[in-house]
């Protein structure tokens, strides 16, 4: 089989367990095309390029599903929640669509689909869940994510995820309990936390006892967690942190803008000053945390003066990195109505203002970081130089060293020797 992943690591993490419930009935994975027996494309709709992407792959896969009838083409995630059967009238090509809530189905509907060939789709149970049993077949060999909770309530209004996973459900901690510790028996030292908004997590303890616990689990050598809205960050959560061994020192807290105004038309419930107290509580709690987040530029009704207010906004907050991104106007969210749109040349040079605004800052902080030796956990070779090895800090930096014994999986001390926006450049500490 051919897994295609677009998106978050909700949906990698969602692509791994329906691998391990297709691993049950023989399938195996493969990276290429012409020897799979069934591809399955796990979409996203976050962002309409997001669709766009998975509508281009979809067409490319006619050829091939034309020269191999036997070929089983499925689309699973939230594009499929979203469309439905739109999916296969479109490409009839498609042989199943499976909606976010359904995909615990996948090895039943291939089953039956090798015994007779029909279109099927499933987009009944937005809320459903894979069952706890389920292995995932992992990828990477380092660092993987464990899904805690799915499903957001918060509704943000430019946000198409509330319709297409569901309500909030929270899994067991035993069952979390139990996937970290198979994850560590795999060979895993990094485990992140995953949830729409982990610090809602309601299954039977709080997010702070829940990530205590796993931090006291052999084996992790490092554990994350992702997202945090800003909203619900506890100070449960921040205590947890500093007194963690391995909860590494780093929040992604999306703020999505830096004035209230636009807050408030987003729904985030928040406003800039709540978010700088939070940030100072953070910060007086774990002096060495790196703080990132996401912004959108372009949201309706959005004026210079607003964005002038969100440079400002970031320059006080000196976020070690931010995700921005273009709204994307997505059909059945509030913020698709809303008037005074902006057109598409205002949005890039937004976007280009504050990603310059931005990137001085990321490179500020990193040059703070020369000089300095970090903890680096090794990935392996880096894509483009097998010489060159990449591992990431306990703040989430990623560095660049030349290789020498160091195997993916080790615990390094890295020298850092440059720094450049993204990554950071450095020589393995022998000392
Ligand atoms: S918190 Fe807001 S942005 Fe995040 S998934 Fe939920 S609705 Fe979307």
């Known amino acids: 089989m051919k897994l295609l992943t677009y998106g978050c690591q909700m949906n990698v993490a969602d692509s791994e367990r329906m691998a391990g419930l297709l691993r049950q009935i023989g399938y195996t994975l493969t990276d290429d095309f012409d020897a799979a027996d069934l591809i399955l494309i796990n979409t996203c709709c976050v962002r309409a390029t997001a669709e766009d992407k998975v ?48 995909s615990s189905e996948v090895a039943r509907v291939v089953r039956s689909l090798e015994l007779e060939r029909k279109h099927f789709v499933d987009v009944s149970n937005v809320s459903g869940d894979i069952p706890s049993e389920v292995f995932p077949l992992r990828g990477g060999q380092v660092s993987t994510f464990v ?83 800003p909203k619900d960050l506890s100070d449960e959560l921040i205590a947890a942190m500093a007194g963690g061994r391995h909860i590494c020192e780093h929040i992604h ?22 978010y700088l107290e939070l940030v100072k509580k953070i910060r007086a709690a774990l002096p060495h945390v790196s703080l990132t987040t996401d912004l959108i530029v372009g949201f309706p009704g959005e004026t210079d003066d607003d964005l002038r207010e969100t440079l400002d906004f970031i320059r006080e907050v000196q976020f070690d990195a931010a995700f921005t991104f273009i709204y994307s106007k997505r059909s059945g969210t509030p913020a698709a109505t809303f008037p005074a749109q902006v057109d598409d040349d205002t949005k890039h040079r937004r976007l280009d203002a504050l990603m310059k605004v931005q990137n001085e800052i990321s490179l500020a902080k990193n040059r703070a970081l020369e000089g300095t030796v970090v903890e680096v956990l090794v990935e392996g070779a880096s894509k483009t130089d097998d010489k060159i090895f990449t591992g990431r800090t306990r703040s989430n930096k990623l560095v660049l060293f030349a290789h020498g014994e160091e195997r993916a999986g080790d615990l390094i001390n890295v020298k850092i020797t440059q720094a450049q926006t993204w990554l950071l450049k450095g020589e393995v500490n022998v000392l």
């Open 55 to 102: 509508f281009g792959q979809i067409g490319r896969l006619k050829a091939l599903k034309k020269q191999k009838p036997t070929l089983i083409l499925g689309v699973a995630g939230c594009m499929a929640q979203k469309e439905g059967d739109n999916l296969i009238k479109r490409a009839p090509h498609i042989d199943f669509v499976l909606g976010t809530g359904q």
């Open 147 to 229: 899904p805690i909770m799915y499903g957001c309530n918060n509704f943000c209004t430019y946000c198409i995820v509330p319709y297409v996973r569901g309500r909030e459900r929270s899994r067991k901690p035993e069952e979390i309990f139990a996937e970290v510790k198979q994850a560590v028996a795999e060979g895993f030292k990094e485990i992140t936390l995953l949830g729409q908004n982990v610090n809602s997590y309601s299954g039977g303890m709080t997010f702070a006892e829940l990530i205590g616990v796993v931090d006291k689990i052999s084996g992790v050598e490092r554990l994350r967690f992702m997202t945090s809205h």
């Open 253 to 274: 807290l999306p703020v999505q803008y830096g004035n209230d105004k636009i807050l408030k038309r987003m729904n985030r419930v928040y406003t800039v000053e709540k």
